[in-house]
């Protein structure tokens, strides 16, 4: 009774019915946890198909609105190396700032897939996840775009995609290469590091994508691309 789906325009409803087909074809496990959540609780399976696969798609201008009337909701991200640490290993720190009242729904996630990689997680979502670290020790992190200017196009909405990076992958290489293979959704930036010191910034819209990778053993990722190659996507009056 605690968790609820919310209402989704039908437009919305019917998007997240194209984005379904592709996360389908390249994330299928999570198929498999909607299918469980309606089958469990018998909620409306295209509110949960939207909330989950289109997630904020209903919220995008009201979210631009409340970034222009200068509500701060930037999630910051950095990593360091060892290389700054006498016998330390890499450092990776996440703060989650959204609205105080989501609060109550932030969650910490203990995942154990079978034949896969147990990890740690947290979110504030029924499936999918905002960031964690699994026990190869890869670490990630994902943050919103919301100035992003483009119209969101059917592709895979991060908080899956991070979900099924944890599930899956050891180390960043294998995760970026993943991440340049699947359709985005809209724009999207990651933060990403592993045991092996390897710490990169990547930046993605449904058109093209922005990796970099550290090359003092710092990198840090909030809400807004970095990269004078991703800048074009933003809304002019963000920049």
Known sequence: DYFQVPPASK???EFAQKCKKLVNQFVPDIINMTNGLIEATNFDSSLVDAFVFALGKDLIDQSREMVKNGLDMGCTSFAIGSEHFDGGSTIF???YDWMESFAPFFTKIESYPKDRISNISFTDHIIGCYGGVNKQGLAMSIHAFPSYAKEWV??????????WILDNFSNVKDAVNFI???P?????LFLLADKNDDIVKVEVTS?????????N???VVTNHPQSQKMKKYELKEFI
């Open 11 to 13: 437009g919305t409803i």
């Open 93 to 95: 720190a996440r703060n």
């Open 154 to 163: 059917p592709g895979i909405r991060m908080n899956i995609l991070t979900r």
């Open 180 to 182: 340049k293979k699947v």
């Open 184 to 188: 985005h959704i809209c724009g999207q």
């Open 207 to 215: 058109e093209e994508i922005d990796i970099k990778y550290s090359e």
């Open 217 to 219: 053993g710092f990198l």
